[in-house]
């Protein structure tokens, strides 16, 4: 039996994999765990999970999963916006397309641990990217046609919901917010992502669909 582990950056992340991630790559000899990202380990007292602060952390917690011989490839559902500077792969990015600038990132996090089982994911831009594409499943929880309607028309400028770009003020989450401020991140995020399904993510996300196939190839050699 082979095991993928994930390792969340949050409880949004968590949910995504519990509830839409994990059935989807589950079979009959591949199980799915995953874990929130440990940002404290206080003596005595309980961790405090969610949330990158730097890279250093990130990196413990990563060798130290890949301590357990159980996993057969351990990745990440980390966010690409908002990541510290000090990841490995950061301040050398490439001027390309986001898509470019991304892997170049995820290529120098996998050089940096040197485990062949690592297999690093940041979401282009933000998990908020895969809510944006789901713009009429929002608009039916919402009951906002035309709040539907401004979703479809930001991923439609940007030219793909990958494509809504890192801003501090213009990133998918930001922009999610200023439309619906009621937009509750760690349980209406899921629900449309639940709704809309992993095979629509896949082919309008080229980067998702990158790290889909790039998970089953690493399963499928460690038969």
């Not at 990130?58 to 057969?72: C, M, P, V, Y």
């Not at 916006?81 to 470019?100: C, E, F, I, K």
Request: with cysteine.
């Amino acid at each position: 039996m082979r095991r993928l582990h994930i390792l969340c950056e949050g409880q949004t992340e968590e949910t995504v994999v519990r509830e839409v991630i994990e059935p989807y790559l589950r079979s009959s000899d591949v199980y799915v765990t995953w874990s929130i990202f440990t940002t404290k380990r206080p003596a005595g007292g309980p961790s405090h999970r969610g949330g990158l602060s730097t890279w250093g952390r990130l990196a413990s917690e990563i060798r130290l999963l890949l301590g357990d011989s159980s996993i057969t490839v351990l990745t990440t559902m980390l966010d690409y916006y908002g990541l510290p500077t000090d990841v490995p792969g950061m301040a050398t990015r490439p001027s390309g397309s986001p898509h470019d600038r991304v892997t170049h990132v995820e290529r120098a996090m996998a050089d940096s641990i040197k485990d062949p089982r690592f297999l690093p994911h940041l979401v282009l831009h933000e998990l908020e990217a895969w809510v944006l594409l789901g713009h009429d499943a929002l608009g039916e929880l919402t009951g906002d046609d035309a709040l539907a309607r401004a979703v479809q028309a930001i991923v439609t400028h940007a030219r793909g919901a990958e494509l809504v770009n890192d801003g501090a003020s213009t990133a998918p989450s930001k922009r999610l917010l200023r439309l619906f401020p009621l937009y509750r991140k760690t349980s209406d995020g899921p629900l449309v992502i639940a709704e809309i399904g992993i095979d629509a993510i896949r082919n309008a996300c080229p980067h998702a669909d990158a790290w889909f196939f790039a998970v089953h190839s690493a399963l499928k050699q460690e038969a």
